[in-house]
T-cell receptor, first 114, second 114 residues
């Protein structure tokens, strides 16, 4: 399974943008890049995903490098409610062997200061 | 509201007493999965199901059973719980095909086996 590398922790000030990086140098051409976050005492929550092009939704933006070996999750204005562990995960297609398994690494713990 | 519902949220039981943790989704998802989360080990897949009557082992299946008789339900069964199964459990669901769908997770079940 392709792996991802993320910083252990990051800090941000409230109402400022946050850029959370992720390296995935062994990504295959068919892997989707998914981001989830887990707030304290809650289940993981889907944030955004993409394949090649940058993506935007109501929660965040995803910027994918041209060679797809890295990506960045962008929170445009961090709030206190965004304090969570953010996971960058590669989801392969259903071609056998992957079990649909999301491989959760340790993620990035984001702290937001008022 | 689209959601994955797990019950119970908290459970304390004794070694050897059979228990079932229920999981239900209302999104017509084909794929369902169980994870456990332990400090320092992250989230690990226990069992998964591609569709009704189709289940398979994940990375840590020992001591667990599952069934998928209906599309919406995917119960996790511990026939003879042991203290090493004390953990936080999450159920997740998704559409099956490709990597172009996010997972929806339940709120979790905190199980303590004494």
């Amino acid at each position: 399974d392709a792996k991802t590398t993320q910083p252990n922790s990051m800090e941000s000030n409230e109402e400022e943008p946050v850029h959370l990086p992720c390296n995935h140098s062994t990504i295959s051409g068919t892997d989707y890049i998914h981001w989830y976050r887990q707030l304290p005492s809650q289940g993981p929550e889907y944030v955004i995903h993409g394949l090649t092009s940058n993506v935007n939704n109501r929660m965040a933006s995803l910027a994918i490098a041209e060679d797809r070996k890295s990506s960045t999750l962008i929170l445009h204005r961090a709030t206190l409610r965004d304090a969570a562990v953010y996971y960058c995960i590669l989801r392969p297609p259903w071609d056998g062997g992957s079990q649909g398994n999301l491989i959760f690494g340790k993620g990035t713990k984001l702290s937001v200061k008022p | 509201e689209a959601q994955v519902t797990q019950n119970p949220r908290y459970l304390i039981t004794v070694t050897g007493k059979k228990l079932t943790v229920t999981c239900s989704q209302n999104m017509n998802h084909e794929y369902m999965s169980w994870y456990r989360q332990d400090p320092g080990l992250g989230l690990r897949q226990i069992y998964y199901s591609m569709n009704v009557e189709v289940t398979d082992k994940g990375d840590v299946p020992e001591g667990y059973k599952v069934s998928r008789k209906e599309k919406r339900n995917f119960p996790l069964i511990l026939e003879s719980p042991s203290p090493n199964q004390t953990s936080l459990y999450f159920c997740a669901s998704s559409f099956s095909q490709g990597g172009n769908y996010g997972y929806t997770f339940g709120s979790g079940t905190r199980l303590t086996v004494v």
